[in-house]
């Protein structure tokens, strides 16, 4: 692990006398499991030995996680309370008696609905958790006078029970699809032929074999063009909602629908990269944001629970989805119904994800070595419409010792791809080493018009600067763990300076965030818990975020561990807690009392800091 040590200063250190108690903070204890999961120092003949063992890593695959019984939901005929019409299904499995549910739905969590009070109507009715709030004497739930049935809402996307229905059924025409991989095939094969042809001549006339992706004038790559280039009448118009129509810069052969020049751009974060977090980035400058990774499998069969990661809200001006896959026909139909279905920007493919399961099927940053695979996949979706752009987003290479990027960079951008976003880190590698921006630039350089976009280690804004000044060739920067950790970092970058806010505010942004979640998944029983369990997910980052005014040699870098320290008040130091049972705690300030028998752990282990 390729980490150092964050210095504190010494009136907020915990010494031994302290005992420890005062301070919530658990590096160090943090630092001694690091220690054990490394080795063990033994005593071997006389010599120190160090005794290697296997570090964890991956997912807490066997965590246990809240789940809310259906049988435990109100029947929707009763949402409203009594009065409304009866239940109409004869094998109806949710709840009939309102007296039995209220009983055990326990008591209000507060005397204000966030969701009412910003719209007029609660949709969860009496099975809200701050029902009292919006509900008379009789139990019935209430609409405010300016409630607006026909306002549009706030967020769209997801998919329809028509959509569903035709998907599940194989009855959604991918004519459209399948006419762009027979496309795309032909392009590749014509390829593969050109490069065999120039090979056979210039093993005959000793000449050098040009760089692989550089054109040459001939009859072939004339007929590459000519098919490349289809009638736009014969593409379906986008549904997104475009910017930057105008075509300047080095994008002006492309004419791109999204500008991804001089942006800061939110990483499509798996788990914790939910609609509410993104609301909280937004606020705080974020330019570009994405969804979580979408596997593509998943959304032709219409699993409402993977369409939920298409989800957009309003506030997100310019807006992707990020897909994945091993089969470019599943890929290019899943970006076909996007396309069609869903207002997104652009549409991006994961071809970076460590992750073993989607590793091991072909998906993920398998796809960099699988590249007849990534061709016919880019090609197909690149030529989905001139007016959505399909970009990629992949790191440094499978291997530690064997990157690749810079060969595939130039490829990807000559088979139609709108941008680029490097990670400066192989699969190998994950999260523990630090990004190499060096390379990052190597690769940009090596891109004629398309936006390259770098990511990794930026948690300041000098780390910003210190990394566009190292990759001047790079358009954009993408920030993740750094967003995660503390997410004004957009702020502190387009104000040009850091931001200390103090516990009170970090606090606030933490009633925010769970006023969203509750807005987005319910303010019932099942969507507060589903909000604490993101909500203790994010701490698992939070918690590493340390006070410019505590450090001795501020910024703090993203892999530096800090020594034992106390806050400057109690919430501080209960905010700087890596104990996970300082979190629920936390949250149980914000969303109530948790359920009997809870308990939490993070769905990540993490080796790196």
């Not at 399948?178 to 001549?201: C, F, G, S, Y």
């Not at 090596?446 to 804004?461: E, F, Q, T």
């Not at 750094?482 to 040009?496: D, H, N, R, S, T």
Request: glycine letters at 8%.
């Amino acid at each position: 692990m390729d980490s150092g040590i964050c210095y504190i200063k010494p009136e907020y250190l915990v010494t031994e006398a302290d005992g420890g108690s005062a301070a919530a903070n658990t590096e160090n204890s943090e630092n001694n499991k690091r220690k054990r999961e490394d080795g063990e120092e033994v005593q071997a003949g006389g010599k120190k030995k160090w005794d290697k063992k296997e570090r964890k890593r991956g997912q807490n695959k066997n965590r246990p996680v809240f789940k809310d019984e259906r049988y435990s939901h109100l029947c929707h005929s009763l949402i409203d309370g009594t009065g409304g019409e009866a239940c109409s299904l004869d094998n109806c499995r949710y709840v009939h008696d309102l007296d039995a549910f209220l009983a055990a739905k326990g008591e209000d969590l507060g005397l204000e609905c966030y969701v009412y009070t910003t719209k007029g109507y609660c949709a969860r009715g009496v099975s809200c958790r701050f029902a009292k709030a919006h509900t008379n004497e009789q139990g019935r739930n209430l609409k405010r006078e300016d409630y607006d049935d026909k306002a549009p809402p706030t967020t769209c996307n997801g998919v329809s029970s028509e959509l569903q229905v035709r998907l599940r059924k194989h009855d959604y025409d991918f004519s459209r699809s399948k006419e762009l991989i027979r496309m795309a095939e032909k392009l590749r094969d014509a390829r593969k032929l050109k490069e065999k042809q120039e090979k056979e001549n210039n093993q005959s006339e000793g000449t050098v074999t040009p760089p692989a992706g550089e054109k040459q004038p001939s009859d072939t790559a004339e007929m590459l063009d000519a098919e490349q280039h289809t009638d736009s009448k014969s593409k379906p118009t986008a549904t997104g909602c475009a910017i930057d129509d105008s075509a300047i810069g080095r994008d002006a052969d492309q004419k791109p629908a999204v500008d991804f020049r001089e942006k800061l751009v939110l990483s499509p974060l798996t788990t914790l990269g939910n609609l509410p977090f993104r609301r909280i980035c937004k606020e705080f400058g974020a330019d570009i944001t994405c969804g979580e990774m979408a596997c593509a499998q998943p959304l032709l069969k219409g699993m409402g629970q993977e369409w939920a990661l298409t989800k957009r809200h309003q506030s997100e001006d310019v807006f992707g989805v990020q897909l994945c896959g091993n089969n470019p026909n599943m890929i290019n139909q899943a970006a076909q119904v996007i396309h069609e279905t869903a207002q997104v920007d652009f549409i991006d493919l994961n071809i970076g994800c460590p992750i073993d399961l989607i590793y091991q099927q072909g998906g993920g940053s398998a796809l960099m070595r699988r590249t007849n695979i990534l061709e016919l996949t880019v090609r197909s979706c690149a030529a989905l419409s001139d007016r959505l752009p399909f970009t990629v987003k992949m790191r440094t290479g499978i291997y530690a010792d064997k990157s690749v990027a810079h060969e595939l960079l130039p490829l990807v951008e000559e088979w139609g791809a709108s941008a680029v976003t490097l990670h400066g880190r192989s699969r190998e590698q994950r999260y523990t080493k630090h990004a190499n921006w060096a390379y990052i630039e190597e690769c940009a350089a090596k891109a004629k018009r398309m936006p390259v976009i770098g990511n990794g280690d930026i948690l300041s804004y000098e780390d910003y600067i210190e990394r566009r000044t190292l990759a001047p060739h790079v358009s954009s920067v993408m920030i993740g763990r750094g967003a995660l950790i503390k997410p004004w970092i957009f702020q502190e970058i387009k104000e040009k300076q850091a931001w200390s806010p103090s516990s009170g505010q970090r606090y606030e942004m933490l009633q925010k965030f769970c006023n969203y979640g509750l807005e987005h998944w319910g303010s019932d029983t099942k969507g507060v818990e589903t909000t604490r369990r993101f909500l203790l997910e994010w701490q698992s980052f939070l918690y590493r975020y340390i006070p410019e005014a505590l450090q001795t040699a501020p910024p703090q870098k993203i892999n530096a561990r800090p020594q034992k320290y106390r806050g400057r008040d109690e919430m501080e130091t209960l905010m700087s807690s890596g104990n996970a049972a300082d979190w629920v705690k936390l949250s149980e300030s914000l969303l109530g009392r948790v359920p009997e028998s809870f308990t939490f752990v993070p769905k990540h282990k993490a080796n790196a800091f």
